[in-house]
T-cell receptor, first 113, second 112 residues
């Protein structure tokens, strides 16, 4: 069974641009969560989607948004990029309602110049 | 608001020695606690969860609600235990587990 797949692996953007990251969960998983990982703040929850609906949201500005498609794939978007948005963005999926175990992807490393 | 604290950023032990990674939490409700581990060049993965009361790779963790702690222990550390360990808390009350609050992590190094 394929694991959680995140694309692209690396991104370099400049301030003010916008970026879209993609996450394909494990087959059969309907819940997808996003986390931002930085050396200073550690792992911080961004949002969680289930059945195309945002179920939980973290304390991030409105520049961070996401969505989930009917096949459970998810995208997150960051608009008007700032230098502080440079981070590893991790996606995780789980079977929801069956198991509390999260399966993480390898992440997308975003660098904002 | 919930918070997870891992007081040790780095922890070094010798092979065969006992190891304890500390985790304290603050949460007004009934928490569910987890330990996640990231080995070198691997993905973050679940090590164990307090609900299961299981032992994985020789590690155990007991939830102490009085001390609001969930320390991870292993009686005899192995070199392959060297990794980054994260303590995490879910406040969803069993309705969803996608939203976790993570501690800052502890890098465990086991020397031969």
């Amino acid at each position: 069974k394929a694991g959680v797949t995140q694309t692209p692996r690396y991104l370099i953007k400049t301030r003010g641009q916008q970026v879209t990251l993609s996450c394909s969960p494990i087959s059969g998983h309907r819940s997808v969560s996003w986390y931002q990982q930085t050396p200073g703040q550690g792992l911080q929850f961004l949002f969680e989607y289930f059945s195309e609906t945002q179920r939980n949201k973290g304390n991030f500005p409105g520049r961070f948004s996401g969505r989930q498609f009917s096949n459970s794939r998810s995208e997150m978007n960051v608009s008007t990029l700032e230098l502080g948005d440079s981070a590893l963005y991790l996606c995780a999926s789980n079977r929801d309602g069956v198991d509390e175990k999260l399966f993480f992807g390898s992440g997308t490393q975003l660098s904002v110049l | 608001a919930q918070r997870v604290t891992q007081p040790e950023k780095l922890l070094s032990v010798f092979k065969g020695a006992p190891v304890e990674l500390k985790c304290n939490y603050s949460y007004s409700g009934s928490p569910e606690l987890f330990w996640y581990v990231q080995y070198s060049r691997q993905r973050l993965q679940l090590l164990l969860r307090h609900i299961s009361r299981e032992s994985i790779k020789g590690f155990t963790a007991d939830l102490n609600k009085g001390e609001t702690s969930f320390h991870l222990k292993k009686p005899f550390a192995q070199e392959e235990d060297s990794a980054m360990y994260y303590c995490a808390l879910s406040s969803a009350g069993g309705t969803s587990y996608g939203k976790l609050t993570f501690g800052q992590g502890t890098i465990l190094t086991v020397h031969p």
